[in-house]
């Protein structure tokens, strides 16, 4: 019954290069509720990765976009009432046509309504959930571990891919952790909702939603690793990381992918 | 009555520098109902070419700033009830107090309530619209071509820009055909958006449309060339092409005009 | 009772390198109700200070987010109702928490429904406001002066922050004249906002209002001097100015500093 490690260092590095390929080649399209910071650099984010985004949050037509769209993003980041309205259509709309969709609960340990919210949404099954070790705490009810991530996987068939110095994604049963990317991209606002962005342009391009996950953190840790060599503070790399994601490619992935 | 093909190679570059040259000197305020993700690089854009935007959505406020502003964008991009409230003032105001407005009426081919919306804007006879063929097409019932362009523009009395590899700017008389700009310009969002502006930052100190909506897409596009030489990728190509709008000169607007 | 003009040219450069280090050491959490077009670069600013910048702006978390942050902006750039909504109730809770909050009442002088929004907002006795000499000028229903500006001050017991070629900073007593920046800063929108969440950021360490605002325009003034030396137009500049409120540092601020 349990699937191998796919994630050694070399099939993951593989298997992120697949992907981008087929990012640049297919163009898919990518329909993001994000946050009003968030959305120029998201947009960027996929835009340089070879797919089409798009944004609009009006309830009279999320529908139409979602029905048309290759994988969806849910990002808490701005929870006010038109996303959370636009959120209810595009993941019911995601649900009757098998769009894969990504939730991204920003902040959720910051305000109790939210994380209500994000509780109600992953009762919906998100093909994949992305977010940090506090914001897990807050949605778990207990202390962020391994075991625990592994355990609200498996419960709920979803893939978690949790963010910090390294990176775990899991789907219960298999684990990959991810130890690239740099400091500098703390430093950068949005980084995070567009990494998840980019899982969400994975999940349109491969079934296996643990694969796409990892494949998409493993892509944007690299380029940020690559960015950070070529520029002089956040400003500067904030636009090096879209050059970098851009012109990304297997050797760089093979060369500097830190996956065990 | 027939007027002349002012778009010759030559011509329309002194245009475009003479217009910059306006921008520069007069610093037009322009104000821009446009979509959340593009608000940021549509007020650089217009802010790098010398004019002063404002992006007010509040429909208690609105009606002040466009009596009060040179030129008016109306973008489609995210369709929200604020927006559109915003939209319903801005051009009753524009047209009593004469203010000059462009329409972009972005992705009416992907849900049809905004292509209707956008049809009832169109009805109240913006002085110029820009859009791609998909968009034209959505809107016109009809396959895109040069011909229904040309029909479309002088039926409504119309400037339209019809961007695509090579630009078409029409007023259903005169026509000008813009061969500059570069790939990399489809690779950072809000181009197209800001490209709009652009054309309403002309407006605003040009009578004619047509050479209006004809200078401004060719300074973005020589604008667009003369970044993707300085670039690495998508993120400095976004800075850059503010930088090369910033400097731009009759000098390289006419060395490198490809119009016909 | 009269306070030492702490602002002399070296007392203020060592001021803010000091609040500097604290904002690096610290990171403190800086909420932001701010115009949509500044979101995204009003996070970076503050994040390349070394703060957590929040932006939620709704009404059922801003409470919330509020009660646990270290210092509040209020920029009116985008005069919404849900901003609005969002101020009334972040004001309070400022209020009640003792959280020190900044104005910005952009574009005051623009619109009278706004005006009278942010003379509210005034009454209610913000740490600080910044803003230019038309917005003043609007608000106060005098001429802007020094004498008024200075009487402004004193008679709310509220810090001044008058932008301007040379930034006059006032708590009605003490007064400093701040002659740094560059005139690229006026070519890339949000500069302003972004100066007054600085401002914020800086009451967020350090009590004294008046020190707190003079040295947060320091440090945006010398970061642009500096920005402006490695940029070649205003989309390298917006990057550029990041790089350098990063790395910015008391030996640039002491070289630089022009404050009277």
Request: proline share 4%; net charge negative; with cysteine.
């Amino acid at each position: 019954m349990h699937q191998p490690q796919v994630s050694s260092r070399a099939d993951l590095a593989q298997t992120a290069a697949t992907l981008l390929e087929r990012l640049r080649t297919r163009g898919p399209r990518i329909h993001c509720i994000t946050n009003a910071v968030a959305q120029n650099f998201t947009a960027n984010v996929l835009l340089a990765a070879g797919c089409v985004p798009s944004m609009t949050l009006s309830s009279e037509e999320i529908g139409a976009f979602v029905a048309n769209t290759d994988a969806l993003l849910v990002n808490l980041g701005t929870f006010d009432r038109e996303r959370r309205e636009a959120t209810e259509i595009a993941v019911e709309i995601a649900g009757q046509e098998d769009v894969p969709w990504v939730l991204d609960p920003v902040f959720v340990d910051r305000a109790p309504p939210r994380a209500e919210f994000a509780r109600t949404l992953i009762a919906r099954l998100p093909t994949a959930v992305r977010l940090n070790r506090s914001e897990f705490a807050a949605l778990a009810g207990t202390e962020t571990s391994r075991e625990a991530t592994m355990a609200a996987a498996g419960a709920n068939g979803i893939t978690i891919a949790l963010s910090g110095e390294t990176d775990l994604v899991t789907d219960g049963k298999r684990t990959a952790d991810i130890a690239n990317g740099h400091p500098m991209m703390a430093r950068v606002t949005a980084m995070g909702c567009a990494g998840s962005a980019l899982v969400a342009a994975c999940l349109a391009v491969e079934d296996d939603a643990f694969c796409a996950a990892a494949a998409a953190l493993l892509m944007i840790g690299v380029a940020g690793e690559l960015a950070a060599e070529r520029s002089a503070g956040p400003g500067s790399f904030a636009a090096a990381i879209l050059d970098t994601l851009y012109s990304l490619d297997g050797h760089a992935l093979a060369a500097r992918a830190k996956v065990s």
